[in-house]
Structures are given as structure tokens and as C-alpha cells.
């Protein structure tokens, strides 16, 4: 998932409840912060391929849809408010 802002981003991750982790492939979500993990070193690099330094990488897991969608729903009502009252 890529962002309008680094803000969004970080308080979406943080927002969202699930396992954070960057071993994906499991029965249950995870989420990384992707291009941090991978490309720390060398961020301008990345950015110069198009990928977000903001870049949220999800692998979804086998939890109920329901459960699922509203925890992404919460994540992003807490971005969307953050970026609005910064």
C-alpha cells in the first residue's frame, strides 16, 4: 500500500492490528514496512524506481474478511484523521 504523506503511512502501520513483521508467506497477516526493511541503506535509490519510502506491504492471512476489513478500516480512519489535524 503506498500514501499521500510519510504521516499517513507511519500512522496507518502503527494503526493497524495485525503481526508486524518481514517474513510473509503465513497463515495470518502481516504487515512490513517494506521499503524500510529492504532499502534502508539506500532510499534515493529505491525512489528513483518509483518505490515509496512510505510503502506498507501486507501479506493477508486466513482471519475472518470481516475482521480484516475493519481493522483496515480503523487503520485508515486513523491516518486520515492525523494527516487532517496536522
Known amino acids: 500500500m503506498t500514501f499521500t504523506s ?9 494503526a ?14 502481516l ?10 541503506t539506500e532510499l534515493e535509490w529505491a525512489a528513483k524506481y518509483g518505490v515509496e519510502e512510505g510503502l506498507v506491504r501486507i501479506s493477508v492471512g486466513m482471519e475472518q474478511t470481516s475482521d480484516l476489513l475493519l481493522s483496515f478500516e480503523k487503520a485508515l480512519h486513523v491516518a486520515e484523521v ?3 489535524h496536522r
Open 16 to 29: 493497524l492490528s495485525c503481526y508486524k513483521g518481514p517474513s510473509l508467506g503465513t497463515n495470518f497477516t
Open 6 to 14: 510519510h504521516l499517513a503511512s507511519h500512522t496507518f502501520f502503527d
Open 82 to 84: 492525523a494527516v487532517n
Open 31 to 40: 504487515a512490513c514496512p517494506f521499503t524500510i526493511l529492504a532499502h534502508y
